[in-house]
């Protein structure tokens, strides 16, 4: 039995509704995958079983001559009826981390198993972490409360209470790991040439990103004179960037309210609500909402979106006039929204797992704006869908594409329905104005598909099937 509130419905506001499904997504552990590439003096130790094992072994792969930073430590009968000294066993563990590895930081992710029998990480780890030296950041990722997007937001929010208090003058320049990046491989000479940054506040943007990303989202914002003064998480552990009261933060990612919560509440920090810079559409609003709040007029954004606009018209050709439904996986679905109803496209539904509105307001302000400049009815935002009325919704609305989680994809296929694997939005580099072309790639695949197999008549063959 389903339970479903909405919203009173207004003629200019977002309709929104809750179900009771489940989280079909990835378990959170997941976000391991990523986080031990993007912090390379890292180790990452989950907590869990040998079935946290299995799908850690499955999603990232194992391979012969790899050490990858990371591994499971795995519970047993008689850690589970507490038979066993839990800080013994992980101590022995950490301290093999050590002698094999010597990471910078030990980050312990705790699982469902750890969350049913109460095993109190957060009170072992500062303990073990006095004894053998090393720190060790507790998260909790389990499947039970979080999509698995949020296991980074977790790790970040974690994290986030490490970074240094207070600001050393002397080594701001050779710790800048930004810095290092933009001036990588640059002369003198050049240097005097660049423009001079305006006097503005501290910045740091936080969300994990591929480095290339965030060099491109870093030269956008030195166009206008804004500098980077840090990134959480940094490249090393490290180089985590100082946090002092009255510094301004801002969100790469949506899946990112916890960690946003932490910087607001703990470190006194002060949050920039922009939309997310996804699409060349959202990049535009990113810059120009940061540029607003420290007061400079940006410069040159319009034109630079137009262009890209124009470089990808072909993509946006075989988007325009079609449909697309979002069943909710990887939190990504408002800002993917507003990007393809940008591109032309109808959005029938928006399935979301989680959504922070007072993180993403901003991203919601501008889904619904997008939607009156395009002239397309405002789409229906369901947060924790139930699949089975979905997939209801799916056969009435017949969408011309459905995004979806892997679960759902093939047996949609089969119904005659293209779908687009959400997770593939979630490792792809999606972010910035150089972007978009990769962003459109993973879009229109399933179109440029279709239209490809027509002259074979699969697509008579596959709508015989769906009817059989």
């Known amino acids: 039995m389903t339970v479903a509130t909405q919203a009173n419905a207004q003629p200019n506001a977002l309709n929104f509704e809750c179900e009771t499904g489940n989280y079909h997504t990835f378990c959170p552990i997941s976000c391991v995958a990523w986080l031990y590439q993007k912090i390379e003096d890292s180790f990452f130790l989950v907590i869990g079983t040998k079935t946290c094992g299995y799908f850690l072994q499955n999603a990232m792969g194992v391979m012969i001559f790899a050490e990858p930073r990371y591994a499971m430590a795995e519970l047993e009968e008689g850690d589970v009826s507490a038979q066993l000294n839990d800080y013994e066993e992980l101590k022995r563990l950490c301290q093999q981390i050590k002698r094999d590895r010597n990471p910078s930081v ?5 699982t469902c198993t750890t969350e049913i029998i109460k095993m109190d990480l957060e009170g072992l780890a500062p303990k073990l972490e006095a004894e053998i030296g090393i720190p060790i950041v507790t998260a909790r990722a389990n499947g039970l409360d979080y999509a698995f997007t949020q296991g980074e937001d977790t790790v970040l929010a974690a994290m986030a209470q490490r970074c240094p208090s207070q600001r050393v003058e002397s080594e701001k320049t050779e710790r800048n790991a930004i810095k290092r990046l933009l001036d990588f491989g640059r002369k003198d000479e050049e240097e005097t040439t660049t423009s001079e940054y305006v006097d503005h506040p501290p910045l740091t943007l936080f969300g994990s990103l591929p480095d290339p ?172 869908p139930d699949n089975y009325n979905q997939l209801q919704r799916i056969k009435e609305s017949n969408p011309d594409l459905v995004i979806t989680g892997m679960a759902h994809a093939n047996p949609l296929e089969a119904r005659g329905i293209s779908t687009k694997w959400s997770v593939e939005f979630t490792f792809a580099q999606i972010h910035g104005f150089a972007n978009t072309r990769d962003l459109l790639e993973l879009a229109t695949r399933p179109l440029r598909r279709n239209d490809n197999l027509k002259h074979l008549g699969w697509d008579k063959l596959v709508q015989e099937d769906a009817q059989v």
Do not use: H
């Open 106 to 110: 030990i980050v312990w992710i705790g």
């Open 213 to 384: 990303v965030v060099t491109q989202l870093s030269l956008e914002l030195k166009k206008q004179g804004i500098q980077v003064s840090g990134m959480l998480p940094a490249k090393r552990y490290t180089e985590l960037p100082p946090l002092v009261e009255g510094d301004y933060v801002c969100g790469v990612n949506p899946f990112l309210s916890r960690t946003a919560t932490t910087l607001m509440r703990r470190r006194k920090c002060k949050l920039i609500g922009a939309p997310f810079p996804i699409g060349p559409d959202g990049t535009r609003a990113w810059v120009e909402k940061i540029c607003s709040v420290f007061g400079i007029e940006p410069k040159g954004l319009e034109e630079r979106e137009q262009k890209i606009w124009e470089s990808v018209e072909e993509y946006v050709a075989l988007l325009r006039g079609k449909s697309v439904f979002f069943m909710g996986d990887n939190l990504l679905e408002i800002s993917l929204a507003r990007f393809l109803t940008r591109c032309g496209m109808t959005v029938q539904e928006i399935g979301i797992p989680y959504m922070d509105k007072r993180y993403q307001k901003a991203e919601l302000d501008f889904l619904a704006k997008t939607c009156d400049d395009m002239g397309v009815p405002y789409p229906t935002i369901v947060e924790k």
